[in-house]
Nanobody
Framework: QVQLVESGGGLVQAGGSLRLSCEVS????????MGWYRQAPGKQRELVAT???????NTADSVKGRFTIPRDNAKNAVYLQMNSLKPEDTAVYYC?????????????WGRGTQVTVSS
């Protein structure tokens, strides 16, 4: 059974930093995409950043230059380093893992971790 466990959320003042972690347990395909999405109250879930197992990165314009998304393939882990946080970054942040294997799509989500940025 594949599980994604996030950690590192919390309350921080505007301008501060947080680092989220997501560790994957279970058997997964090594060629995959891991990433972070977020959902603010009353809004749809949106992409924050993704990174492939080969290191290609896609980052939302709203966080470019402030957030980075390193990953550790050996640990099946992905991180989200968030700097210069703004109140509008307040949301529940979800870790995601997806890949194709033998023409079947696999898509997994963590339970989410709350990030609150105070002004």
């Amino acid at each position: 059974q594949v599980q994604l466990v996030e950690s590192g959320g919390g309350l921080v003042q505007a301008g501060g930093s947080l680092r989220l972690s997501c560790e994957v347990s279970g058997s997964i395909f090594s060629t995959n995409v891991m990433g972070w999405y977020r959902q603010a109250p009353g809004k749809q879930r949106e992409l924050v950043a993704t990174i492939t197992s080969g290191g290609s990165i896609n980052t939302a314009d709203s966080v470019k230059g402030r957030f980075t998304i390193p990953r550790d393939n050996a640990k099946n882990a992905v991180y989200l380093q968030m700097n210069s946080l703004k109140p509008e970054d307040t949301a529940v942040y979800y870790c995601n893992l997806n890949y194709y294997r033998y023409y079947i799509a696999y898509n997994y989500w963590g339970r989410g971790t709350q990030v609150t940025v105070s002004s």
